[in-house]
């Protein structure tokens, strides 16, 4: 059985890597004062960090249109796949897997809506392992989401409260742990939702905090250190890794810069990262 995977933006894949699974991207739009760019393809992450603290007005977000999922189906189903897997951003955070399902009722059983319940490489991972075991079969491609998402854990930590406050979605856990903006919140994404973990005064306690993270999960059959414009916190992070604990640590290491939609809500300067526990 030839199975299509779809995915959208939010799931932070490299481009060389959504080439080699043949995977396809849905972008999702950043509106930036009053006009909409699609992610990742009308505005580079790297713009957009530096754009956003000079912007006048907070920047939002807006999910695909309908149109654009039944697009990317309408094509791989013409191109011989029996099956598609559509692997999308936790809908607790987002309405894109939403529009995804209704898109896929048009197609009579032959397209599988996943709710990864995470976001960033939680969900890039959750996608790459369904492409690989896709040659197996559709049992064994969902096998695979699954357990990769049952061993995937995301952190966070924010450099500031700030963008979260102006964007009006301050998760009650977060807002929980105090009204300064000058605190560095620590968050885990568990099951869709987001968890408060504690906070830091400085950057530097902050990325010690996430390294001991790392090591206290234990070894790693995927890892991407996650940032947002920070990829100088970032490759301090993969260094202090290698140094203290590399057997831990995956051959390939991935470092994204993460997608603009979810920097417009976390701010810049953010660091963290997704992990597959072995």
């Known amino acids: 059985m030839k199975i299509g995977i779809v995915t959208d933006s939010i ?5 060389y890597l959504v080439e080699q699974y043949e995977l396809e991207v849905v972008p999702t739009i950043l ?7 699609l992610d990742g393809k009308e505005i580079s992450r790297d713009e957009f960090y530096k754009r956003l603290p000079s912007l006048q007005s907070p920047p939002t977000t807006a999910a695909p249109s309908i149109g654009e999922f039944l697009t990317r189906y309408e094509s791989l189903l013409r191109r011989g796949c029996e099956h598609i897997l559509s692997i999308h951003p936790a809908g607790q955070l987002t309405t894109i897997v939403n529009v995804a399902r209704q898109a896929a009722a048009d197609f009579a059983g032959r397209i599988t809506v996943i709710d990864s319940r995470s976001l960033s490489m939680g969900l890039g991972f959750q996608t790459i392992a369904a492409a690989e075991a896709a040659e197996s079969g559709l049992e064994a491609a969902l096998e ?3 357990s990769t998402r049952r061993r995937t854990q995301v952190f966070a930590a924010l450099d ?16 929980a742990l105090g009204g300064l903006l000058s ?27 996430m390294f001991n993270l790392l090591r206290e999960g234990g070894g790693m059959k995927r890892l991407a250190i996650l940032h947002t414009g920070a990829e100088a916190r970032a490759q301090g992070l993969l260094n202090v ?18 997608a603009a939609v979810i920097g417009a809500h976390i701010g810049p300067n953010g660091l963290g990262f997704a992990a597959v526990r072995a």
């Open 144 to 146: 695979a989401i699954e």
């Open 183 to 209: 605190i560095k919140p620590l968050i885990e994404l568990i099951d869709g939702e987001v968890k408060a973990i504690g906070a830091t005064r400085t950057t530097h306690q902050a990325n010690e905090r």
């Open 160 to 175: 500031t409260m700030e963008y979260l406050r102006r964007s009006g979605r301050v998760p009650r856990a977060v807002a």
């Open 31 to 37: 509106i930036l004062e009053g006009r909409g760019y």
């Open 11 to 15: 799931s932070d894949i490299p481009q």
């Open 241 to 258: 890794l290698m140094q203290k604990a590399s057997q831990l640590a995956p051959r390939n290491i991935l470092t994204v810069n993460v």
